[in-house]
């Protein structure tokens, strides 16, 4: 089983960029899909990105087309998402989450890091 940690959220003007890690332990990374979610207050939580096991494939929502980058290091055991041109409604809870059947729900989550945009 694996648990992830998030980091690298904080408070960041529009047009600005984060960068977020989510830290993977206590199971094999390079096995699992990982994903990118986000909730704002009073919103569902909702897929932003994902990437598959070894990194060929990836997939973004239609709000971090363009400006949102997903990355993994398997050696590392990391995952990223690099978020540039930032606006104020991606303001939210970013959580990071890992699966190992592509098709099917995520397994495993992280507790969250919040990021601010201010305008």
Known sequence: QVQLVESGGGLVQAGGSLRLSCSASGGTFSRYHMGWFRQAPGKDRDLVAQ???????????????????????????????????LKPEDTAVYYCAAKIDWVRKYDYWGQGTQVTVSS
Do not use: C, E, P
Not at 51 to 73: E, H, M, Q, V
């Open 51 to 85: 990437i598959t096991y070894n990194g060929d494939r990836t997939w973004y929502s239609d709000s971090a087309k363009g400006r949102f980058t997903i990355s993994r290091d398997n050696a590392k055991n990391v995952v990223y998402l690099q978020m540039n041109s």
